[in-house]
């Protein structure tokens, strides 16, 4: 059974620092990877997807990053702003389903 | 942009109503998903459905019911509400195709449900 973990749970760093959010996941069969961005009391945010074919995957200050074999994701962040303050889900598509883990709680202070 | 709509933000219930929440989505996605998101649980998925009539059910299916009878528009019935199912909704729609690599999940907004 695919299990996402996501480390660590929360985090808060001062602004403009450049910072890295993990994701690994037990079963290396998946068919994509997908990183979202949630504020409280609002829906999921997509930001990155990964196809299983991928290393890698860029958008503004964003890359996040895919090594199967190993069952791990980085999001990497640059030049950190308050605006960033959130909670970072990843999801991974096995067979039929996607399985996310329970997300890092993100604060960046002013 | 694909959107996805939830015909509520806030919802409150009272115990043994029948409730009915809509999800509306505007790209022509072939799979929808109910989810609910509760502290410390994460996401879970209560049904999905990959074409208009059809429906299976997720990890967490008991309590509740889904209709899926137009391709834009999945709803998720609760037949009698209690107060564990006092949660956050979300509705979520891919393009097509149950294990495409190229499937990216956009969710709707979210609808708060406390049922009392």
């Known amino acids: 059974k695919q299990e996402v973990t996501q480390i660590p749970a929360a985090l808060s760093v001062p602004e403009g620092e450049n910072l890295v959010l993990n994701c690994s996941f037990t079963?290396?069969?998946?068919?994509?990877l997908q990183w979202f961005r949630q504020d409280p009391g609002k829906g999921l945010t997509s930001l990155l997807l990964?196809?299983?074919?991928?290393r890698e995957q860029t958008s503004g200050r964003l890359n996040a990053s895919l090594d199967k074999s190993s069952g791990r994701s980085t999001l990497y962040i640059a030049a950190s702003q308050p605006g960033d303050s959130a909670t970072y889900l990843c999801?991974?598509?096995?067979?039929?389903?996607?399985?996310f883990g329970t997300g890092t709680r993100l604060k960046v202070l002013a | 942009d694909v959107k996805v709509t939830q015909s509520s933000r806030y919802l409150v219930k009272r115990t043994g109503e029948k409730v009915f929440l809509e999800c509306v989505q505007d790209?022509?996605?072939?799979?929808m998903f109910w989810y609910r998101q509760d502290p410390g649980l994460g996401l879970r998925l209560i049904y999905f459905?990959?074409?208009?009539?059809?429906?299976e059910k997720g990890d967490i299916p008991e309590g509740y019911s889904v209709s899926r009878e137009k391709k834009e528009r999945f709803s998720l019935i609760l037949e009698s509400a209690s107060t564990n199912q006092t949660s956050m909704y979300l509705c979520a729609s891919t393009q097509s195709g149950t294990t495409s690599s190229y499937n990216e999940q956009f969710f709707g907004p979210g609808t708060r449900l406390t049922v009392l």
């Open positions: 079963d290396s069969a998946i068919y994509n």
């Open positions: 459905s990959y074409d208009v009539k059809m429906k």
């Open positions: 990964i196809q299983s074919s991928q």
């Open positions: 999801a991974v598509l096995g067979t039929y389903k996607y399985i």
């Open positions: 790209m022509d996605h072939e799979n």
